[in-house]
């Protein structure tokens, strides 16, 4: 037997009937709808690094030792996931608790990044400690079946929103409504997205492989095709500054000139050990916070994707959940170490999902494409976001088929679904939408003279979760995590 044949047999290929071309195809495609996130979360990062920067080192320094870190962590969490757990989801530093960890924790409330990389690794710890039990799967087991069932939908229309906004069609109205619909004719971009968008809809309908990677690349290269041909168009089509660094520096410096030495982010993350008795309470907290954010949006993630791949049993729940559950848990607490924020499932894995991709090897892909990245990190930054979110879009539509499998005519599931469904997207957070759920699920259960269905363990969860956000909603100075 040779090595691909063991390969085959150690990620199951012939129980998912599946091959390496469609597992690695589906690879590249999570791959390059995730690759962002090696360019955003430097950028959010950062500013929260310079407030008290690693000495002898500036803005641009501290950018690249951040992508750098950023793929490593996301290896090591995605490792796991590959080989352990043998699922085919990608793992990277989660948008929006970056966010939280730059400007809520480290600029807001004026927590040294060193500390709070601390509450991080603390973090990571609980959750493995909580994954090797299996604590976090019971706790996910209890969730609502209408929520379970109703993740994926919301995950739909929340990725929908999300790639619709990135692409200009979909753009920010203040007044009464908040949102409307981009002017095509005044947002040159919008009009590439869209374009691109049509192709990739049109290939995905007619059943040709790897459409979403073609969308993305080819809607890329029209980008900066505009870009370096057209005049005034540098600034419009390409990564911000991109351009402007590759005529100061050369193309190959731009993709050689990396700083790929992150000890001064370890020396931190040790400093902010330290430093964590200095001010306990405010340390919990943010502990707390980072804690039960990303569990939910894990737990969330890894249901939605996988009832897209058909992963889940007749109660909504995924087999052997602990594994890829331990996966973001090591990546977290690597993370933590080499100096980035909590390392989530990422929901851009559905768009390899639907690709094809139904093992580990997926995920190992992934993970081999991250570590090939090292070599190029600026090259990555080429990749507009208007093209990247095309997936977001294609794969948003597809898994909007979850509200088939809710029962609409029991009120308690309608309601239920429908708030989880629809808080997603209009809070940017899948932790809100999850909670809408499980939240209304046994008031729901009473109101239709039914509460002796609901379980103690369901009680407790929806207790626990009205405390926190009493807590975080009251907290001195407005201190909300979601």
């Not at 603390?122 to 604590?135: M, N, P, Q, T």
């Amino acid at each position: 037997m040779g090595v691909t044949d063991s390969l085959a047999d150690y990620f199951d290929f012939e129980t998912y009937g599946t091959d390496y071309r469609t597992e690695t195809l589906a690879g590249a495609t999570t791959f390059l709808a995730m690759a962002y996130i090696i360019v955003v979360n430097p950028v959010i990062l950062t500013p929260a690094i310079m407030t008290d920067p690693p000495a002898g080192m500036g803005e641009t320094e501290v950018l690249q030792m951040l992508a750098v870190v950023t793929i490593l962590a996301s290896v090591v969490g995605i490792a796991v996931m590959a080989l352990y757990a043998k699922r085919p989801f990608g793992l990277a530093p989660g948008m929006g608790l970056n966010a939280f960890f730059a400007f809520t924790v480290v600029l807001g409330l004026g927590v040294p990044w060193q500390v709070a990389l601390a509450a991080v690794f603390v973090e990571g710890i609980l959750f493995i400690v909580l994954s090797a039990v299996g604590a976090r799967r019971y706790v996910i087991e209890l969730f609502p079946e209408p929520v379970k069932f109703a993740v994926g939908a919301g995950i739909g229309i929340f990725l929908l929103f999300l790639g619709l906004q990135e692409m200009g069609v979909v753009v920010e109205y203040p007044d009464g409504t908040l949102v409307q619909l981009g002017n095509f004719f005044l947002d040159p971009t919008a009009i590439v997205a869209v374009a691109g968008l049509a192709l990739t809809l049109f290939l995905y309908a007619r059943g040709v492989t790897g459409s979403i990677v073609i969308g993305i690349l080819t809607t890329a290269v029209a980008g900066w095709v505009i870009a370096l041909f057209v005049p005034g168009q540098q600034g419009t089509f390409a990564p911000p500054n991109t351009v402007g660094v590759i005529e100061e520096v050369g193309f190959v410096a731009f993709l050689t000139d990396v700083q790929y030495n992150f000890l001064p982010l370890f020396e931190g993350f040790v400093q902010g050990l330290g430093g964590i008795t200095e001010d306990p309470l405010v340390f919990l907290l943010v502990v707390f916070t980072f804690f039960v954010v990303d569990f939910f949006d894990t737990a969330g993630t890894l249901i939605g994707v996988s009832g897209i791949a058909g992963f889940l049993d007749e109660d909504g729940d995924l087999p052997d959940m602990d594994k890829p559950l331990m996966a973001d848990a090591v990546g977290t607490t690597v993370g933590a170490m080499m100096g980035t924020s909590t390392v989530t499932t990422y929901i851009e894995s559905s768009t390899g999902v639907e690709e094809g991709g139904r093992t580990g090897f997926t995920a190992l892909v992934v993970g081999i494409l991250f570590l090939v990245s090292l070599a190029v990190v600026p090259l990555i930054s080429l990749l507009p976001l208007y093209a990247t979110y095309i997936a977001l879009v294609i794969v948003g539509v597809i898994m909007l088929q979850g509200v088939a499998d809710i029962d609409w005519n029991d009120p308690v599931w309608a309601i239920s679904a429908s708030l989880t469904i629809t808080v997603m997207p209009l809070t940017a957070s899948i932790a809100n939408g999850l909670a809408a759920g499980i939240l209304s699920y046994p008031l729901l259960k009473v109101a239709v003279g039914r509460g002796r269905e609901v379980t103690p363990g369901q009680w407790l969860l929806a207790l626990a979760l009205v405390g926190y956000y009493v807590l975080f909603f009251l907290a001195d100075g407005g201190f909300v995590a979601f």
